[in-house]
């Protein structure tokens, strides 16, 4: 067996969890994977791949489609979300703010490590997606970004 062989087995044996269980079986030339998981036991968690298979990380969430027309700006790495430099001070941006193309616009936190997101271009701030300390996700969507003469 190849590395592909242990992907797909994992990839069929979380479409089964997500199922709620039940059986597929997969042949491609001489071989046959069979993965099955009696009903309402998907609760439980899949077992780790063995410690020689390297571990690969999940595709982070689809970010939702846009309520308005604008660029996304997602969060570049997972992390807690901050719109002020400092407790209690004013956020960096609000909605209905002009914004200029490196402007920062929030914090991310992760380790006591604090990296500033910067707006991508020019624009006016449609949407804040995301609660002040709030947990948020590598791609996950935090502003919407209006072009200018295009208000929220």
């Known amino acids: 067996m190849n590395q592909s062989h242990f992907d797909t087995i994992r990839a069929l044996m979380q479409l089964v969890a997500e ?14 994977i069979r993965v099955a998981m009696p009903r309402g036991e998907a609760s439980r968690p899949a077992p780790e791949p063995s410690p020689s298979a390297p571990r690969r990380h999940p595709a982070p969430p689809p970010a939702e489609a846009p309520a308005t027309p604008g660029r996304e ?6 992390g ?13 941006v609000t909605p ?18 604090f990296t500033a997101l910067r707006a991508d271009a020019d624009g006016i701030i449609g949407e804040i997606h995301a609660e002040d300390g709030q947990d948020v996700a590598a791609g996950q969507r935090l502003f919407t970004l209006l072009p200018e003469g295009l208000e929220a």
């Open 80 to 92: 807690v979300f901050h719109r002020a430099p400092a407790p209690g001070a004013a956020p960096f």
């Open 96 to 113: 209905g703010a002009k914004v200029q193309a490196g402007q920062q616009i929030c914090i991310l936190e992760a380790m006591k490590v």
């Open 73 to 78: 700006i997602l969060a570049t790495m997972h």
């Open 19 to 32: 199922a709620g269980g039940g059986e597929v079986e997969v042949t491609d030339g001489p071989l046959r």
